[in-house]
């Protein structure tokens, strides 16, 4: 992950080594559902979980987000599609409650019973919780500042469309905006389109000093490492200024550069909300224009600031422990003008940020890397 990448760097910097290797692997496909719901949990502090699953119906919707949630079904509703029948069977409920028996068997040590129906109430096994703190999140952007589902919708279009032009992508297929928004609902305002999905994945980074890249002649092809910063989550509300922010800032600061010279970003968009938030948090765009901003064609290949040309999350695919990593090889592959069809012209300094984990209402942690391109 990017944090692995972060290690690196600080250990060159130091002059501990003068070669490192930054690596993150991930398997999460599995056919038991719930223990890749367990490993969800795992990015957040499992000693405490009664406590942290009890608090996921804080993130419920009211009233008047469930009416504009039925006002989009009805918007968008297909007939054609054969409605899912929700009275399981007795062997589906056997097999349903066994898998949770089993999840229960590897967590015994920090869950109770009580925890078990808990975990099972707050997730269908379909998704993990969370979406539903990120739907949260958006929604009281929506009701802030006016974004709507259908900026949401522009979002994820754009990432299949950008992720249909990357060979590693977990994705290679287009949506228009229309399809993602008839796509079956997650959880308010999101459709499974605009959701990472489930993968399995890895990837690596070579990292070298100054002194090793022209003893080894790599000049042409040694993206240089302008800030790497790796920070912690804080408890605090809505309105307070996140982690991405406060990050951003810091790595602005050390590579003695701004948003202004960034020329293009990959960022954390779990969901098609993160991207939205994260180009906020980064300064591409003024608070609470984020939607506006992507309904401009601005972070499209060829836009002012292109956002996850790689595909993101969304459509490059989620392979937690690797996605950090995943990140800084399209950074890199860019930089070094090897992107093919999806090459940014010009790309000369861009920026990635990654979050893991849940603390309240941000990330656990996160990580921001500045590159820039090789010296010709």
């Given amino acids: 992950n990017s944090g692995t990448t972060f290690g690196g760097y600080s250990r060159i910097a130091s002059g501990l080594y003068d070669i490192t290797m930054a690596v993150g692997a991930e398997k999460l496909n599995h056919p038991n559902k719930y223990v890749i719901f367990a490993g969800f949990l795992g990015g957040l502090d499992i000693e405490d979980l009664p ?9 419920g919707m009211n009233d008047e987000d469930r009416n504009k949630m039925n006002e989009h079904i009805r918007k968008y509703s297909r007939p054609d599609k054969e409605k899912k029948n929700k009275n399981r069977s007795l062997k589906e409920e056997i097999i349903k409650y066994r898998n949770l028996f089993d999840v229960y068997m590897v967590l015994k040590n920090w869950i109770d019973s009580d ?3 808990k975990m099972r109430k707050i997730s269908s096994g379909d998704h993990s919780p969370f979406m539903d703190v990120y739907g ?3 929604r ?3 009701k802030k500042y006016g974004s709507t589902i259908e900026q949401l919708a522009v979002i994820s279009s754009k990432n299949h ?4 032009l990357n060979p590693n992508a977990q994705y290679t297929f287009t949506l228009t905006p229309e399809q993602v928004l008839a796509d079956r609902l997650v959880t308010w305002p999101f459709t499974r389109a605009m959701c990472a999905p489930i993968g399995d994945g890895s990837a690596s980074a070579i990292l070298c000093d100054d002194k090793t890249v022209k003893k080894l002649g790599l000049m042409a092809q040694a993206v240089k490492i302008r800030a790497s910063v790796l920070g912690s989550g804080e408890e605090r509300s809505f309105s307070d200024i996140g982690i991405g922010e406060r990050l951003s800032k810091i790595a602005y600061e050390k590579a003695g550069l701004g948003p202004q010279d960034m020329h293009f970003a990959e960022v954390h968009d779990a969901t098609a909300y993160g991207e939205l938030h994260q180009s906020e948090a980064l300064g591409f765009c003024k608070e609470g224009e984020g939607g506006i901003f992507a309904e401009s064609g601005a972070t499209k290949l060829g836009g002012k600031i292109p956002i996850n040309i790689s595909g993101g999350l969304e459509s490059r695919g989620h392979p937690i422990g690797a996605s950090g990593l995943a990140q800084i090889h399209e950074l890199v592959t860019q930089l070094r003008g090897n992107a ?3 090459q940014v012209r010009g790309a000369k300094i861009a920026i990635a940020e990654n979050g893991g984990g849940a603390l309240g209402q941000e990330e656990a942690a996160m990580c921001i890397h500045i590159l820039e391109a090789p010296s010709k």
């Fill in 51 to 59: 406590h942290i699953l009890a608090n996921f119906s804080l993130y």
């Fill in 136 to 138: 949260f999140a958006a």
């Fill in 140 to 142: 009281q952007h929506m």
């Fill in 115 to 117: 925890t078990l129906k």
């Fill in 340 to 342: 093919g069809q999806r």
């Fill in 161 to 164: 469309f950008h992720s249909s």
